[in-house]
């Protein structure tokens, strides 16, 4: 089985620009998962979708949003770029929601905003 | 206080060495999950735990959910497990929390 892919992998942006990463899980797979990676904070968990519902959501601010669509397929957007969004955006896919399940990571996004 | 708390945040080792890894959290969770990531960001998956112990190769991982505590162990290091190791636990949902992770170095 083909493993989670991110695209773009690199991303150079300018403040106030917008952007949006794209994150194709593990065939079958339909719960997935977006963290944001920085120096200064770690991960951090930004929001799941499963079965094209947002299930959870982090503690970001409504610039950052994403959708799933039918094939389980997500892609997040961020809005009017800061250059503290600058991170490694990485997006995780498991094969349902709630109940420990393992979760299978994509290499990332790594967005630097200048 | 982080909900989890991992300790120590770097460790140096000497090849062969038996290597502990800490974490420590204080909410409920429905699992607790050991990742390692190496330089370049990708992130593997190593255990997931909900209770007891699980051993894969040269690594073992526990958990005691009374106490709320997790360990990672690695016998017999070798400079290749040089990465960092994040634990992370598992609420609502897939949602992970994580650890602030720990620089394990293994020289030669």
């Known amino acids: 089985k083909a493993g989670v892919t991110q695209t773009p992998r690199y991303l150079i942006k300018t403040r106030g620009q917008q952007v949006t990463l794209s994150c194709s899980p593990i065939s079958g797979h339909r719960s997935v998962s977006w963290y944001q990676q920085t120096p200064g904070q770690g991960l951090q968990f930004l929001f799941e979708y499963f079965s094209e519902t947002q299930r959870n959501k982090g503690n970001f601010p409504g610039r950052f949003s994403g959708r799933q669509f039918s094939n389980s397929r997500s892609e997040m957007n961020v809005s009017t770029l800061e250059l503290g969004d600058s991170a490694l955006y990485l997006c995780?896919?498991?094969?349902?929601?709630?109940?420990?399940?393992?979760?299978?990571f994509g290499p990332g996004t790594r967005l630097t905003v200048l | 206080k982080n909900e989890v708390e991992q300790s120590p945040q770097n460790l140096t080792a000497q090849e062969g060495e038996f290597i502990t890894i800490n974490c420590s959290y204080s909410v409920g969770i429905s699992a607790l999950h050991w990742l390692q990531q190496h330089p370049g960001g990708g992130i593997v998956s190593l255990f997931m735990?909900?209770?007891g112990k699980k051993k894969h190769g040269r690594l073992i991982a526990t958990i005691n959910i009374q106490e709320k505590h997790s360990s990672l162990h690695i016998t017999a290091s070798h400079p290749r497990d040089s990465a960092v190791y994040i634990c992370a636990v598992q609420g609502s949902g897939s949602r992970l929390t994580f650890g602030e992770g720990t620089q394990l170095t293994v020289n030669p």
């Open positions: 995780a896919s498991s094969s349902r929601t709630g109940g420990a399940d393992t979760q299978y």
């Open positions: 735990l909900s209770s």
